[in-house]
């Protein structure tokens, strides 16, 4: 799938020491580009917008992101990383959060670039348990789709267009593509 606006090119994501380790790289830089794709259907107007008091606020989802993706590289991974206090922007408003993101990417892509299979396999703690570091690697994907999935619904609530992901949206289509909504798309081959 192609983006508007892709954050991260696939020409500057670098090729991985073990060819087998690519997809890693691909998929951080495409889940970075999918986040971009969400954050930037917010206006300024939007960023204190919680769908219910218990919930966080798109502004405190942004910081979230930044923040807890530099933990769990920094703390769980081992990436270098700079320090917590360096990874805000000065506003949290979302293209300063969008460049932060993608500035925070870059070096990581890079590093990860250089690892081999034997560290990415190595146990590490987390959260107090031993972990290998793909694992981590694989939690920390899962849980930025998990808030860019909480951000979509959010676009929706304030009756936004959702931008496309994975996949067509009610707000997006495009030649060829199959939302796989009935039996016999899904039967193809």
């Known amino acids: 799938m192609r983006y508007p606006y892709p954050a991260i090119d696939d020409s500057a994501v670098p090729r991985a020491a073990n060819p087998i380790l690519q997809n890693l790289l691909d998929t951080y830089a495409s889940e970075t580009n999918k ?13 204190d917008f919680r769908p219910h008091p218990k919930s966080s606020s ?3 989802l942004l910081k979230h992101q930044l923040l807890s993706e530099r933990r769990f590289f920094a703390e ?11 990874v805000l922007p000065v506003s949290l408003e979302c293209e300063d959060c969008i460049q932060r993101l993608v500035a925070l990417a870059r070096p990581r892509l890079n590093f990860f670039a250089g690892q081999t299979a034997k560290w990415w396999m190595e146990l590490v ?3 107090g348990e031993p972990r290998e570091r793909i694992w981590v690697f ?20 304030l009756n936004q267009p959702v931008p496309s992901v994975y996949g067509p949206t009610a ?6 593509a199959d939302p796989t909504n009935s039996v016999d798309a899904a039967g193809r081959r």
Request: hydrophobic share 40%.
């Open 35 to 47: 986040v971009v794709a969400v954050w930037r259907c917010f206006a300024s107007q939007d960023l």
């Open 125 to 127: 703690p987390f959260f």
């Open 171 to 176: 707000d997006e289509i495009w030649d060829g």
């Open 76 to 86: 769980f991974i081992g990436t270098p990383e700079p320090p917590a206090e360096d």
């Open 138 to 157: 694989w939690r920390r994907v899962l849980h930025t789709c998990h808030h860019r999935s909480q951000l979509t619904v959010y676009l929706r609530m």
């Open 58 to 60: 798109v502004r405190e």
